[in-house]
């Protein structure tokens, strides 16, 4: 279990060894997070913001774009078949995810 010193509602310090003031909390609670009225932890809006990072389109492209192995793959062996289908892959990727 964790430990965690507790101002405001706001999780100022974490510690795994139990200290005078701290309160035992759940693995999953991290220093900077607000504790909630139900009891739960979470980031505020505002550090989510500033902290954690939002994929964007071209991130959100990247990760379902076909291996471009297989558009080689076709080159080399000349099948024009193997070509379009990676290249129809791609265009639905970027119709999923346009450009913001």
Do not use: W
């Amino acid at each position: 279990m964790k430990y965690a010193l507790i101002k405001n509602n706001k999780v100022e310090l974490i510690s795994y060894e139990p200290i005078d003031g701290f309160v035992e909390v759940y693995d999953n609670v991290f220093a900077d997070m607000i504790k909630k009225s139900d009891g739960t932890f979470d980031y505020s809006d505002e550090f989510k913001t500033e902290h954690i990072k939002v994929d964007t389109y071209a991130d959100k492209r990247a990760k379902e774009y076909p291996d471009f192995k297989e558009y080689l793959d076709g080159i080399v062996k000349g099948d024009n078949a193997q070509i379009q289908k990676y290249i129809n892959d791609c265009l639905a990727v970027k119709a999923k995810y346009p450009k913001e």
